[in-house]
């Protein structure tokens, strides 16, 4: 037993010392490591220190984009509604004072040139452009001046002309010192029914009926009543200019608050 120890003991020593040579471990290391080539073209290989693209990010990424590039368009879209509400809502601030200011018996070019800067140019802004200097007489001027010249118009309406007798021009000529008018009786086609008609008219502001119902009148009637005719029918083409201009403005508003946004 004893000699069977020292045997074991022995051989252990010997395995410890010669071990390594007698038994060599084959190291994995040791072979050539054999490498692939890669199959992505050189042209489409990452820059080195670049990030690697992680698996899936693509589609994120473009998400992202097209809805950055929506909310750009949106944004655009909300910027220039509201640049043609303003622009249309100056537009009619600027009809309004020009309105305003037409009524009135002097010039309103200042007005007419701020509307011009905010509205492209028309028939109307171009018609008004030679009656804004010098205006137009009111409404109400225009009746308190016809009062005046109605005498006169009722006179020359009743000239009996060149060809009638002494006793009709002699009468007409003192029909020129004291004159005498119906004004009540606006019925009938007298001169005198037309005149009344007319003042009954401009009273209440129809410049328009009131040149209408004086169409008719005897042409000396007319001579006198020229100038507050010419006058008359000047009012009458500013305010139809300016209506037309102004229902323009507030058309063109109520149709970009429609369609704004």
């Known amino acids: 037993m004893i000699a069977l120890c020292v045997f074991c003991v022995i051989l ?18 040791d072979s050539p490591i054999q490498v692939e080539p890669s199959a992505t073209p050189p042209a489409a290989r990452l820059p080195v220190g670049s990030p690697v693209p992680l698996e899936g990010a693509a589609p994120t990424v473009v998400g992202a984009e097209a809805e950055i590039a929506r909310l750009e368009t949106r944004l655009g879209l909300l910027e220039a509604g509201q640049k043609s509400v303003l622009d249309a809502a100056a537009a009619s601030l600027a009809a309004a004072a020009l309105a305003e200011a037409a009524q009135t018996s002097g010039s309103f070019a200042e007005e007419l040139a701020s509307l011009e800067r905010v509205l492209p140019m028309s028939t109307d802004l171009r018609a008004l452009s030679r009656l804004a200097q010098t205006g137009a007489p009111t409404r109400a001027g225009l009746a308190a001046e016809f009062e005046s010249l109605a005498a006169r118009a009722a006179t020359a309406a009743r000239d009996p002309g060149q060809d009638a007798d002494l006793l009709a021009r002699v009468r007409h000529a003192l029909s020129g010192i004291v004159s005498i008018r119906q004004v009540s009786s606006t019925r009938g086609a007298t001169p005198d029914a037309k005149l009344a008609r007319a003042q009954r008219l401009l009273d209440e502001g129809d410049v328009e009926s009131a040149i209408r119902a004086l169409d008719t009148l005897p042409d000396p009637a007319r001579i006198v009543l020229a100038p507050w005719l010419a006058s008359a029918e000047r009012r009458v083409e500013v305010d139809r200019h300016v209506a037309a201009i102004r229902a323009d403005a507030l058309a063109g508003l109520a149709q970009v608050s429609r369609a704004a946004p």
């Open 12 to 29: 252990g020593a010997l395995v410890t010392r010669f071990g390594p040579t007698w038994f060599p471990v084959k190291r994995s290391g």
